[in-house]
């Protein structure tokens, strides 16, 4: 059985990822990014923390939403990234690599593990309407990737 | 005047910086996957058979109940006479392993000061081991309406029962000459197990 706070985990994790990514591009980036990435990582651990001394408290719903929450923010600033690299920078290739490399797995992951856990809670909560977004953004976003790895499909027509 | 310095020519080159956020980022990721793991440790617990159960005997009082983790011994005694039950209930070990036990008195009736105690002079639990060589034996003599256990603290010490054999218990009961037929005595005793 999954616990809800595999997404604070998860989240936790992409902002490790993001704080290393922004660091190696760090001429992209303002210099405070990859630190504030650190500690967007260390409030994961908070989560956790709350999590294990709240477990006997806190209900499953409550656990699920707020750790949610924070996969949803972690997944916000992914796409904020490749958003930030693709407009405010003018990067169009490091955009795209972005894209395919970072946005469209992880967030293809998380889809995997809501949906995954939705299935295995017996959908207590009203999470068909969550993956139908998470499924809705993660079909958006590959036909975003295969136009900008491909922009002579739009062309074609 | 506290003056605060602060140094602006530390400039860190890239791959330090990155060491540094790496370095941080296996703690950070580390100290997270410790958090969960702790999180998903469940513990199961599953029903098995005793490892050393109780069994029938070639000498178990009559009206007696033996079960694999519990036996009822419906014993008598007789007035100024000494009754034996050679082997009134068996103790095997069913593991290929051995495992240490002991006995330990629970609770006994009628209670130490009521005057019903007088209708008993002994009763006597003796373990035998499979080859009928006395181990040990837990003893419930009475004094002036008083219980009196041996060992006094009501317990035995652990003994270590083979792997694969059944030992016996001895069951020896005595009363006065001025008991009253039809008195009851109901003692419980409980064999502790080491795993």
């Known amino acids: ?157 | 005047m506290i003056k605060l310095k602060i140094i602006k020519n530390v400039r860190l080159k890239k791959s330090s910086k990155f060491l540094i956020l790496l370095l941080a980022s296996i703690l950070v990721g580390t100290a997270n996957a410790a958090i969960f793991y702790s999180l998903t440790m469940q513990p199961q617990v599953t029903v098995s058979a005793p490892v050393i159960k109780f069994d029938h005997a070639d000498d178990e009082p009559s009206g007696s109940t033996v079960d694999d983790a519990w036996c009822l011994l419906a014993a008598k005694s007789y007035p100024n006479a000494t009754l034996t039950y050679e082997q009134a209930v068996n103790l095997t070990n069913t593991d290929s392993a051995p495992h240490s036990f002991m006995l330990r008195c629970i609770s006994i009736t009628p209670a130490n000061g009521n005057s019903e105690v007088g209708n008993w002079t002994s009763i006597k639990f003796l373990v035998y081991n499979s080859t009928g060589g006395y181990v040990f034996s837990l003893n419930f003599t009475v004094s002036s309406n008083n219980w009196v256990l041996a060992p006094v603290s009501g317990q035995t010490a652990y003994y270590s029962i083979p792997a694969s054999t059944s030992w016996s218990i001895r069951l020896e009961t005595l009363s006065p000459a001025t008991a009253t037929e039809g008195k009851v005595c109901n003692i419980q005793i409980a064999v502790d197990v080491q795993q």
């Open chain 1, 1 to 157: 059985m999954l616990l809800p706070e595999l997404f604070a985990l998860l989240s936790s994790d992409l902002f490790l990822l993001l704080s290393l990514l922004t660091c190696l591009l760090e001429e992209r980036f303002p210099k405070a990014i990859p630190y504030i990435y650190q500690v967007a990582a260390l409030m994961g651990f908070g989560h956790l923390m709350v999590s294990k001394m709240f477990l006997t408290v806190f209900d499953v719903d409550l656990r699920f939403w707020y750790n949610f929450f924070y996969l949803a923010v972690g997944l916000a600033n992914v796409v904020a990234v490749n958003v930030y690299l693709a407009v405010s920078k003018k990067t169009w290739m490091l955009a795209k690599v972005w894209s395919a490399s970072v946005t469209f797995p992880t967030v293809f992951i998380s889809i995997f593990f809501v949906y995954n856990y939705g299935y295995l809670q017996g959908a207590i909560f009203p999470l068909l309407t969550v993956d139908l977004i998470l499924i809705l953004s993660a079909a958006i976003l590959g036909i975003a990737v295969a136009v900008l790895l491909s922009p002579k499909l739009l062309r074609r027509r």
